[in-house]
T-cell receptor, first 112, second 114 residues
Framework: ETGVTQTPRHLVMGMTNKKSLKCEQH?????MYWYKQSAKKPLELMFV???????ENNSVPSRFSPECPNSSHLFLHLHTLQPEDSALYLC???????????FGPGTRLTVL | KQEVTQIPAALSVPEGENLVLNCSFT??????LQWFRQDPGKGLTSLLL?????REQTSGRLNASLDKSSGRSTLYIAASQPGDSATYLC?????????????FGDGTTLTVKP
């Protein structure tokens, strides 16, 4: 198990539901990331937070809403998702946005 | 456009065989290159990180090389074992992008048969 934890590990939701993914890092890092991994596609960077401030939003639809209350916690709030949003959502952290990132185990999301 | 390509997409070998996974990238101006392992439905585990100034890194049975001029990296796995079965991802941080933003390849799915 790494120093980055994610909950829940699996989530099934309907298109009208609202849910949140949680990520917590115990490594003392100050940068956190959300990635999306869809079947047969490369990892896609969604959001980057550095010192709780969002520094990057890779043209992600507004139905995904990130929240970073402090350097150790990162949330991804989900609402009115589409079936094509079904994927593995990975959280990562690093020190000062250095390229060595530590990944969590991911949340497997299925949208019905 | 900065891209990362991994070949082959899938590889199946008998136990004990030495093997090489390939990663190519389109821009030689990189900060570093990282190899990850991903087990089915799981997150990523960092295997080896090669800085731009380095030619190779070794960890146990793994050896990663970097040739920036040709835009290539290889991951060599010696004496493969069934426990090595996983998807191997190559990630490149290009120098002239936002720090921390890595570009990932599609991965090579390795199966080592007992």
């Amino acid at each position: 198990e790494t120093g980055v934890t994610q909950t829940p590990r699996h989530l099934v939701m309907g298109m009208t539901n609202k849910k949140s993914l949680k990520c917590e890092q115990h490594l003392g890092h100050n940068a956190m990331y959300w990635y999306k991994q869809s079947a047969k596609k490369p990892l896609e960077l969604m959001f980057v937070y550095n010192f709780k401030e969002q520094t990057e939003n890779n043209s992600v639809p507004s139905r995904f809403s990130p929240e970073c209350p402090n350097s150790s916690h990162l949330f991804l709030h989900l609402h009115t998702l589409q079936p094509e949003d079904s994927a593995l959502y990975l959280c990562a952290s690093s020190q000062d946005q250095l390229p060595t990132q530590y990944f969590g185990p991911g949340t497997r999301l299925t949208v019905l | 456009k900065q891209e990362v390509t991994q070949i082959p997409a899938a590889l199946s070998v008998p136990e004990g065989e030495n093997l090489v996974l390939n990663c190519s990238f389109t821009d030689s101006a990189i900060y570093n290159l990282q190899w990850f392992r991903q087990d089915p439905g799981k997150g990523l585990t960092s295997l080896l990180l090669i800085q731009s100034s380095q030619r190779e890194q070794t960890s146990g049975r793994l050896n990663a090389s970097l040739d920036k001029s040709s835009g290539r990296s290889t991951l060599y796995i010696a004496a493969s074992q069934p426990g090595d079965s996983a998807t191997y991802l190559c990630a490149v941080t290009f120098r002239f992008t936002n720090a921390g933003k890595s570009t990932f390849g599609d991965g090579t799915t390795l199966t080592v048969k007992p």
